[in-house]
């Protein structure tokens, strides 16, 4: 009997320590929240009152904060931190590795004659300097100078994990450069703002004097017992099976999507929810996704910033809860052929200081106005920056997921609803120039004013589109599960905040230039950028073929793989842009996209050696064991029934022994292919090239090697296959 899926298999739940693990909500979660977070109401006590306001007015209006307040800042937090069994702090930052990192230091500060305090100051809180020197950084920094800091940000709260005070940071290097996914972000969440503060002041709402995008992701999972998962290399390596026969019952019954949700997994969400909670993760929603054992969950949106660290930290207490229950959490794209995969939508709005949504109609013309600009605006930047946006969720992992019949295809095309179609069409009829009294009062009463009933019944919801309007916000799709949200929600404010640049100056030219009326003139502007973006605007079943070819016709880019979509991303226009809003510099953005392309070509790299691995030492053994026992029985049938009627006896297990011999050829010489392939693909020079050679000569070879083992699966006896099945692993609960 194979070892280790076995012993597994015998782990399983009813083992009575692995018995559930009945977790205790409290009747008021409420009252756990941000138990364990350095939370305005927190600061409040602790600090002076001038540290707290110029805290106050760091978050809000990005002022700096003072050497000395720092200093005030760090003590008030280690003391908060110590009431809590508090013994040591960090920089937690998110590098371009997509994992989190932190490097823990202690409070405990010797100070001579056997004594020792515990001290923290405002040099330490502002800035720490790991040893960084193994983050990739895209050959920015060479080796020899690997020196990077990270810097506290003050826009994201302090929490506590474990013993450990954490202190979100970014990470820069000594020259300058970024070397992590929030830097960008938060530059780009400031051009925003800037933007769309200059819009609202002169045209809507001179209170106005910050905007915020918001950010709402829903996460997308599945849970796989402990032991089972540690049973399949390719899991544990690779975070996905590389093979494995699809089980008999999958998700065609839907019964798990509308099931109740197994008690194994009620309680490591009670328990995930109570440690989101104590951290400030306002997590809401809860259920199972379409597959089996696939999970999701969602909070309250937030401001993006917080947003995107919450969902990174999220990732990792939801590994850490998961654990505790036996169970180990995917987070891959595509982790079982042949089920739905995950994904992570990424709802994105603009908010105003003002407590207004600007994607959200308002109760007169002049507020649905404010919504059209904003809400067409976003249309246009997304119709200019396609390629950019889908660069921003390009992975090796996610490209499994983009097109398959699951999840929006890699062609970005946006879906508004019928009827807030029909209005902008109405839009386009505008006059040119100066609109008569008649046509401004059918205009407001007739077209705009019509925008918040269309939006109370708009129950359409198309759920085949990369990017879709619901309602009071834009939901991005396509980005995956495993991503750091940080990428699509940088493309989205930076490109949304150029659009917002543009139209200002257009509007404000055809004001000064043709005499238009401010109504008038944003009219005007708003009815070319609903042309020029039409095409993007797409309303059908975004995963059938027609659409395929129907976008082809409309000349639409589908960049069906990473190494596709990151060729796209170098582009000039995209380059140039990043430039012009102090994103990045030529140079940075190259070594990310470097970063990126290596990244890829690794992921597919370590596939091809796993799979590889498990086909020789795994599949082809069990599949020559079985078959050596049935030419033993061919034998014993010839031996007893003698040479003319053990022909017809063994008729089955002749044919059975042939199609094994052949499956384990075409395993064989699969495997020989695929590692020449990739031997060349490695020696490839030039990250594209490399990446282009990995894409499409070295990961087609992996079909044939898994159809071979998955049609041995079928062939040979359950108690000599060594790999944990898709059954085992997507029913045990
Ligand atoms: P679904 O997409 O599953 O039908 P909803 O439309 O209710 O669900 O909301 C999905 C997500 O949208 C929620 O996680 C919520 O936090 C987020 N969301 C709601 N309003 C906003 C907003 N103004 N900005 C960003 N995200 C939002
Ligand atoms: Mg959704």
């Known amino acids: 009997m194979s070892t280790l899926r076995f012993k597994a298999l015998a782990e399983l739940p009813f083992k009575s320590y692995r018995k559930d693990n009945f977790v205790d909500v409290p009747a008021k979660l409420s009252e756990l929240y941000c138990q364990n977070v350095f939370s305005e109401e927190t600061m409040r006590e602790y600090l002076t009152k001038e540290a707290f306001t110029s805290i106050l007015d760091a978050i809000r209006k990005g002022t700096k904060i003072q050497r000395h307040i720092a200093d005030q800042v760090a003590v008030a937090m280690k003391d908060w931190a110590l009431s809590k069994g508090v013994t040591h702090y960090t920089h937690w930052f998110q590098p371009l590795t997509g994992s989190t990192a932190e490097k823990h230091d202690s409070f405990f500060t010797p100070i001579g004659g056997g004594r020792a305090i515990e001290r923290f100051s405002g040099a330490l809180l502002i800035q720490q300097e790991p040893d960084a020197s193994s983050f990739p950084n895209g050959g920015i920094r060479n080796t020899f100078e690997a020196r990077g800091y990270t810097a506290w940000d003050p826009t994201s709260p302090a929490f506590i994990m474990g013993t450990t005070l954490c202190i979100p940071s970014i990470f820069i290097s000594y020259t300058g450069e970024t070397l992590d996914y929030k830097t960008p972000l938060l530059r780009a969440l400031n051009a925003v703002d800037e933007a769309a503060t200059d819009v609202m002041k002169s045209y809507f709402d001179k209170n106005v004097s910050k905007v ?51 008690t194994r997994v009620m309680n490591f969400m009670k328990e995930l929810e109570i440690e989101c909670m104590k ?64 994904g992570k939508h990424n709802n994105w709005s603009l908010g105003t200081d003002t407590g207004e949504n600007l994607l959200s109609p308002g109760k007169n013309p002049k507020k649905n106005l404010q919504f059209l600009t904003f809400f067409v605006n976003t249309l246009k930047a997304v119709h200019d920056y396609a390629d950019l946006l889908r660069a921003s969720i390009a992975s090796a992992s996610n490209d499994h997921r983009l097109g398959a019949n699951e999840a929006p295809p890699a062609i970005i095309s946006a879906f508004i609803g019928s009827q807030l179609f029909g209005v902008l069409e109405e839009l386009e009829k505008v006059t040119d120039g100066k609109l008569s009294p008649e046509e401004k009062t059918e205009l407001k009463l007739n077209v705009v004013g019509k925008i918040p009933e269309i939006l109370l019944d708009n129950t359409d919801r198309n759920r085949t589109s990369p990017f879709a309007f619901t309602g009071n916000k834009f939901e991005i799709r396509a980005v995956g599960s495993s991503a750091n949200c940080a990428e699509p929600m940088t493309v989205m404010n930076v490109i949304v905040a150029k659009q917002l640049k543009v139209f200002k100056a257009e509007v404000d030219a055809l004001i000064e230039t043709k005499g238009l009326k401010k109504d008038e003139a944003i009219f005007n502007v708003l009815r070319e950028y609903i042309k020029q973006s039409k095409n993007i605007m797409f309303e059908g079943d975004g995963y059938s073929d027609d659409w395929a070819k129907e976008a082809k016709k409309r000349g639409l880019n589908n960049l069906k793989t990473t190494p596709e979509a990151l060729k796209k991303e170098l582009d000039k226009k995209f380059v140039d842009l990043y430039a012009e809003l102090g994103i990045y510099s030529h140079r940075e953005f190259e070594a990310r996209n470097e970063i990126k392309l290596e990244k890829y070509s690794t992921v597919i790299d370590i596939e091809a050696r796993v799979l590889a691995d498990i086909a020789r030492n795994h599949i082809i053994p069990a599949a020559l064991n079985y078959q050596n026992r049935l030419i033993e029985n061919v034998k014993g049938l010839k031996e007893i029934f003698g040479d003319k009627e053990f022909k017809a006896l063994a008729k089955e297990q002749l044919s059975l022994i042939a199609d094994i011999s052949q499956n384990v050829s075409v395993i064989k010489l699969g495997v020989d292919e695929l590692l020449a392939a990739k031997e060349k693909a490695k020696n490839t020079t030039g990250s594209q090239k490399q990446a282009e050679e990995y894409c499409n000569k070295v990961k087609p070879l992996f079909d044939n090697i898994r159809a071979g083992a998955d049609a041995l699966e079928m062939m040979v006896d359950d108690e000599l296959w060594p790999l944990t099945k898709y059954r085992e692993m997507l029913f045990t609960r």
Request: hydrophobic share 40%; aromatic share 10%.
């Open 212 to 262: 915020s995008p918001t950010l709402g992701w829903e996460q997308e999972y599945f849970l796989v017992d402990t032991a089972l998962y540690q049973s399949r290399p390719d899991l544990v390596l690779t975070g996905k099976t590389l093979l494995g026969h699809a089980p008999a019952k999958g998700q065609q019954l839907d019964d798990h999507y509308f099931g109740s949700i197994p």
């Open 279 to 342: 951290l400030g993760i306002p997590v809401t929603t809860r259920h199972n996704e379409v597959a089996p054992n696939q999970f999701e969950l969602a909070p309250m949106f937030e401001e993006a910033n917080v947003a995107v660290d919450h969902n990174s930290l999220l990732m990792d207490v939801m590994a850490r809860v998961a654990h505790k229950h036996h169970f180990h959490i995917l987070f891959h794209e595509k982790p079982f052929a042949g089920v739905n995969g995950s």
